[in-house]
């Protein structure tokens, strides 16, 4: 099964990039390695998904190593709104989608 | 606008009571999902459909119901709720690609079982 893992929080100051990683070493060769972003009593919110190499976009980058056993979302030159928890989503190759416990992202003036 | 529909978005309610929180989506998504976000466990899915009447177990399925009699609405039903059933639901969509796991989220239901 797919799951993922994460570290549980970070601290980031203002204008800092952002480097969070994930493991997924059961990941399906066919799935792909999505980012969420969620604010606190808010629905998850789609920031980027790959499926290998690097994908950038107006909001962050992904970059997935050759293996795919693991991703890291960059968040170049963060702001205090960018204070969330981030999450790492791959589908297991039963359909379902799987959620780590998140990964506590807060900026610093 | 595209989106996710939940309701009710707040409920308190006593345990046993049968309650049922609805979901509807107008992106005609084929793929629809609820999940329960509990402080300290991250969201852990419930039930899953992958079209009208196709419905599978998630990670915690017990105590809950679901139904996909049309292709819009994705109703959780909890038949006899109880204390450990608190908690921040959410349902979401997805279009037919499942393998993209690009989901549209709902805006939460908060649930409160004395």
């Known amino acids: 099964l797919a799951k993922t893992t994460q570290p549980i929080s970070m601290d980031s100051y203002e204008g800092q990039e952002v480097n969070i990683t994930c493991s997924h070493n059961?990941?399906?060769?066919?799935?792909?390695i999505t980012w969420y972003q969620q604010f606190p009593s808010q629905g998850p919110r789609f920031i980027i998904q790959g499926y290998k190499t690097k994908v950038t976009n107006e909001v962050a980058s992904l970059f997935i190593p050759a293996d795919r056993k693991s991703s890291t979302l960059s968040l170049p030159r963060v702001s205090l709104s960018d204070t969330a928890v981030y999450y790492c989503l791959v589908r297991s190759p039963g359909n379902q989608f799987y959620f780590g416990t998140g990964t506590s992202l807060t900026v610093i003036p | 606008e595209a989106q996710v529909t939940q309701n009710p978005r707040y409920l308190i309610t006593v345990t046993g009571k049968k309650l049922t929180v609805t979901c509807s989506q107008n992106m005609n998504h084929e793929y629809m999902s609820w999940y329960r976000q509990d402080p300290g466990l991250g969201l852990r899915q419930i039930y899953y459909?992958?079209?009208?009447?196709?419905?599978d177990k998630g990670d915690v399925p017990e105590g809950y119901k679901v139904s996909r009699k049309e292709k819009r609405n994705f109703p959780l039903i909890l038949e006899s709720p109880s204390p450990n059933q608190t908690s921040l639901y959410f349902c979401?969509?997805?279009?037919?690609?499942?393998?993209?796991?690009?989901?549209?989220f709902g805006e939460g239901s908060r649930l409160t079982v004395l």
């Open positions: 979401a969509s997805s279009p037919g690609q499942i393998n993209t796991g690009e989901l549209f």
């Open positions: 059961n990941i399906a060769t066919n799935d792909y």
């Open positions: 459909s992958m079209n009208v009447e196709v419905t």
